[in-house]
């Protein structure tokens, strides 16, 4: 039987290691092309809130991380690696979040997304107290992944008078683009050290960093997309995107989306993945509107700590 030990984390040297361990199963992963995005969030200022697992040579076996902004547990498993393991992960977690509640770092309640076909992973959540919220009512939550193929044609949109898309001056706008991430989803956990390191991910491409620039020169609207190697084919995706509330009935969503598409395929893309929510909202019509279609479902559990 393996040996198997957990470890901290150490930093860059670790982030490659778990951005490579992912490429190990990508179909078994729900990020991949998108995953530096994540591993730049502030969530790794807190390195105990990080955990690796490795075999007795230090071959990293799984790795999981309490991403505080995002009120959810990251993690990846080997695909070879005995299934107990990702019971171990989940009590790893479980503890973590037991022990920062009330911290800067703390949840009151922390969130797992799987894909509905993962029969194995959603087994073991509900054993450790996660439930699924795609059936609890009102705040009912589920996702799709979404695929588009890179080859279809992309419709142009003409922009509001005045507006122009263009890609993020660097460090310079960073401030700029916090401020607006900001105010488009209403939380204050994207922040100036979180999107400064996305600028320097090996895998960032300054042209597919989107933003609309207003007539006024304030930023409007942004839409971030990734590309990755999936074996012999290029992939891309679409992670995040966000127009102000002041220009949401302008067509602006769809300008930007349709660009980053055609620059999508400019790099090679032959297929690009957006995540999405489930309902029938202004998101899920605008992917759609623009060639995206459903390939698998994606549940959210959730677990609460508060009274714990």
């Known amino acids: 039987m393996t040996k198997i030990i957990r470890r901290e984390f150490s930093g860059e040297a670790d982030l490659r290691a778990m951005a490579a361990l992912v490429h190990e199963a990508p179909a078994d992963n729900l990020h991949v092309a998108d995953l530096p995005w994540r591993l730049s969030s502030w969530a790794f200022d807190y390195p105990d809130n990080v955990g690796l697992w490795v075999d007795a040579g230090g071959q990293l076996l799984a790795w999981a991380v309490m991403q505080t902004p995002l009120w959810a547990i990251d993690y990846a498993r080997h695909p070879a690696a005995d299934r107990d393991l990702h019971r171990q992960l989940l009590a790893w977690a479980d503890g ?109 491409v300054q042209d597919l960093d989107l933003v609309a620039v207003a007539p006024n020169g304030g930023l409007a609207a942004f839409c971030i997309c990734w590309l990755d190697q999936e074996g012999d084919q290029v992939s891309g995706q679409v992670e995040p995107l966000g127009v102000h509330s002041d220009w949401r009935k302008a067509g602006l969503g769809r300008a930007i989306l349709s660009e980053g598409l055609r620059r999508l395929q400019f790099h090679g893309a032959s297929r690009i993945y957006v995540e999405t929510d489930s309902f029938r909202g202004p998101a899920l019509d605008l992917y759609e509107s623009a060639g995206f279609r459903v390939i698998r479902d994606i549940l959210v559990f959730r677990k609460d700590y508060e009274d714990a």
């Open 96 to 204: 973590r979040a037991r022990q920062i509640l009330g911290t800067l770092s703390g949840r009151p309640c922390w969130y797992v997304n799987v894909f509905a076909d993962q029969a194995d992973r959603i087994h073991d959540l509900e054993q450790a107290g996660f439930a699924s919220q795609a059936d609890v009512g009102e705040d009912s939550w589920s996702q799709v992944l979404m695929l588009r193929p890179a080859q279809t044609p992309v419709a142009d949109y003409a922009l509001p008078a005045g507006v122009v898309i263009r890609p993020l001056g660097g460090e310079s706008e960073v401030g700029a683009y916090v401020d607006l991430q900001r105010a488009v989803f209403e939380t204050e956990n994207m922040t100036v050290g979180w999107r400064s390191r996305t600028l320097r991910q090996p895998q960032y």
